[in-house]
Nanobody
Framework: QVQLVESGGGLVQAGGSLRLSCAASGRTSSTYVMGWFRQAPGKEREFVAFITWTWNGSTTYYVDSVKGRFTISRDSAKNTVYLQMNSLKPEDTAIYYC???????????????WGQGTQVTVSS
């Protein structure tokens, strides 16, 4: 089993920044993908970003709406992935979830494990 624990959410004004963290524990593979999704009230959960995790490096991918503002990164030693969010907008308000899978993807079905979510609220 794998456990994912997110932290770092909160309330911020438009234009501000937050950094989310997601710590993975349990039976994680040496090669996997971690992603961030978000779900706003009344909307479907949507993909935000993922980072692949292999022995020789990583690659990243973002949804267009966050490119240039959000950065996903990892700390291999801590089994932790981060989402640095800059220039936040009110439309970024959502519950943010991290997820872990074995195959890179932008669909929920690509991921086998999910965290409990952390609330991000951006005021105008």
């Amino acid at each position: 089993q794998v456990q994912l624990v997110e932290s770092g959410g909160g309330l911020v004004q438009a234009g501000g920044s937050l950094r989310l963290s997601c710590a993975a524990s349990g039976r994680t593979s040496s090669t996997y993908v971690m992603g961030w999704f978000r779900q706003a009230p009344g909307k479907e959960r949507e993909f935000v970003a993922f980072i692949t995790w292999t022995w020789n490096g990583s690659t990243t991918y973002y949804v267009d709406s966050v490119k240039g503002r959000f950065t996903i990164s990892r700390d291999s030693a801590k089994n932790t992935v981060y989402l640095q969010m800059n220039s936040l907008k009110p439309e970024d308000t959502a519950i943010y979830y991290c997820a872990l899978g074995l195959v890179p993807g932008t669909q929920r079905g690509s991921y086998d494990y999910w965290g409990q979510g952390t609330q991000v609220t951006v005021s105008s």
